[in-house]
């Protein structure tokens, strides 16, 4: 069965701070995996997307990585901002003709960044 | 650039209305789609319009249903409301669809259904 699943899922961390998230997916045929960031009540906007030979990728604070033999990826915040609060969505796109209609998502990663 | 809007934010319907949402696409982009975000779920894809024609739909029930006019916003209709039809309904939207391009979600509609 195609899916995806992250972890933990939910996190609060101090302003300043560091901290990693982790998607698992067991996706199959594998074109890309995307991360997304949803503040509350708005619509999921792109970080980062990554196709089979790109093992890292970096949208300012925001760096994920990607094993496409483990069919792992990690989304590594620096620094962290009050502004970081928010879910973070790891999608996994199919590779049937490219269409987006086969993205599989994950159920998020609900952030909370404390002063 | 206008991102993409959806309409109304918020609507409350009753157990077996119709419902009946909306959406504009960034300029320029001609591909739509419609997901469902219920409550602690993942979103989970309804329907993928292209150049006016229905191109892919997901695994829900007729009653879901859409157009997209030759303008290229669309709108999705949900017949027969059920209770577990409560949910955020989000529109997306990207230029001609090809497997590594960014979609742009708008802020969704919440369908209350009482």
């Known amino acids: 069965k195609n899916q995806v699943e992250q972890s933990p899922q939910s996190l609060i961390i101090l302003e300043g701070k560091n901290c990693t998230l982790q998607?698992?997916?067991?996706?199959?045929?594998?074109?890309?995996l995307r991360w997304y960031k949803q503040d509350t009540g708005r619509g999921p906007v792109s970080l980062t997307i990554?196709?089979?030979?790109?093992n890292t990728k970096s949208n300012g604070r925001y760096t994920a990585t990607l094993d496409a033999d483990t069919k792992q990826s990690s989304l590594h915040i620096t620094a962290s901002q009050l502004s970081d609060s928010a879910s973070y969505i790891c999608?996994?796109?199919?590779?049937?003709?490219?269409?987006?209609?086969?993205?599989?998502f994950g159920k998020g990663t609900k952030l909370s960044v404390k002063p | 650039e206008a991102g993409v809007t959806q309409s109304p934010t918020h609507l409350i319907k009753t157990r077996g209305q119709q419902a009946t949402l909306r959406c504009s696409p960034i300029?320029?982009?001609?591909?739509v789609y419609w997901y469902q975000q219920a409550l602690g779920l993942g979103l989970q894809f309804l329907l993928w319009?292209?150049?006016?024609?229905?191109?892919n739909r997901g695994n829900f029930p007729p009653r879901f249903s859409g157009r997209q006019f030759p303008n290229y916003s669309s709108e999705l209709n949900v017949n027969a409301l059920e209770l577990e039809d409560s949910a955020l309904y989000l529109c997306?939207?990207?230029?001609?669809?090809?497997?590594?391009?960014?979609?742009?979600f708008g802020s969704g509609t919440q369908l209350s259904v009482l």
């Open positions: 997306a939207s990207s230029h001609r669809d090809t497997r590594n391009e960014k979609l742009f």
């Open positions: 998607c698992n997916y067991t996706v199959s045929p594998f074109s890309n």
């Open positions: 990554m196709t089979f030979s790109e």
């Open positions: 999608v996994v796109s199919q590779n049937y003709g490219g269409s987006q209609g086969n993205l599989i």
């Open positions: 300029s320029g982009h001609t591909s």
């Open positions: 319009y292209d150049e006016g024609e229905e191109r």
